[in-house]
C-alpha cells in the first residue's frame, strides 16, 4: 500500500487495528477453552471419585430392586 494516497493509509490504518482486535480475541478465545479444558479436566476427576466412593449404593439399589420400581428392599 502506498502511504501517499490519504484512502490507502486509511485503510492500512483500518486494517491493522482490525488484526489487533482479531489478534485479542483469538488470545481471549484460547485462555477461555484453556479454563474450560481445565474445569472439565476437573469435573471428569471429581465424578471418578465421587463413582469410586459411592457406587456401592448404585450396586445395592440394583441388586434390591423389587417388583415395584419405588420400592427399595434393603437388608442388613
Known amino acids: 500500500c502506498s502511504t501517499n494516497n490519504p484512502s490507502?493509509?486509511?485503510?492500512r490504518r483500518e486494517?491493522?487495528?482490525s488484526l489487533q482486535v482479531a489478534e485479542?480475541?483469538?488470545r481471549k478465545y484460547n485462555e477461555l477453552l484453556k479454563s474450560y479444558q481445565?474445569?472439565?479436566l476437573n469435573t471428569s476427576s471429581?465424578?471418578?471419585?465421587?463413582?469410586e466412593q459411592f457406587n456401592w449404593v448404585s450396586?445395592?439399589?440394583?441388586?434390591?430392586?423389587?417388583?415395584d420400581?419405588?420400592?427399595l428392599r434393603v437388608t442388613t
Open 8 to 11: 490507502q493509509a486509511k485503510l
Open 15 to 17: 486494517l491493522d487495528e
Open 24 to 26: 485479542r480475541l483469538t
Open 38 to 40: 481445565w474445569k472439565m
Open 46 to 51: 471429581l465424578l471418578e471419585q465421587l463413582n
Open 59 to 67: 450396586r445395592l439399589a440394583n441388586l434390591t430392586q423389587g417388583e
Open 69 to 71: 420400581q419405588y420400592y
